[in-house]
Nanobody, 115 residues
Framework: VRLVESGGGLVQPGGSLRLSCAAAGFTFRSFAMMWYRQAPGKERDLVARISSTGGASYYVDSLKGRFIISRDNAKNTVYLQMNSLKPEDTAVYYC?????????WGQGTQVTVSS
């Protein structure tokens, strides 16, 4: 199983970024995918989750309306569109999947929101 995040970077408050997570080594279309984030000195927290088909999604309440999770099963990729970014969104963002009870993580991509 391999998960590779990309798309992070430095963005000004109010800006947008789209993160991507390319998956390989498993039947991507059969599994739910999640985005987590970890801010400096804090625990890694769930951001959003999307079902295997993309027909259902879940967001942490505080991020509803600003973040959108989506997936392209033909490209084995899950996305996180982040809008109206705030300094408190600064974190390393990780994608994750769980197969047979085992969690698999990518290496993460840094998002820094600062003027």
């Amino acid at each position: 199983v391999r998960l590779v995040e990309s798309g992070g970077g430095l963005v000004q408050p109010g800006g947008s970024l789209r993160l991507s997570c390319a998956a390989a080594g498993f039947t991507f279309r059969s599994f739910a995918m999640m985005w987590y984030r970890q801010a400096p000195g804090k625990e890694r927290d769930l951001v959003a989750r999307i079902s295997s088909t993309g027909g259902a999604s879940y967001y942490v309440d505080s991020l509803k309306g600003r973040f959108i999770i989506s997936r392209d099963n033909a490209k084995n990729t899950v996305y996180l569109q982040m809008n109206s970014l705030k300094p408190e969104d600064t974190a390393v963002y990780y994608c994750k999947t769980t197969l047979s009870g085992i969690g698999y993580w990518g290496q993460g991509t840094q998002v820094t929101v600062s003027s």
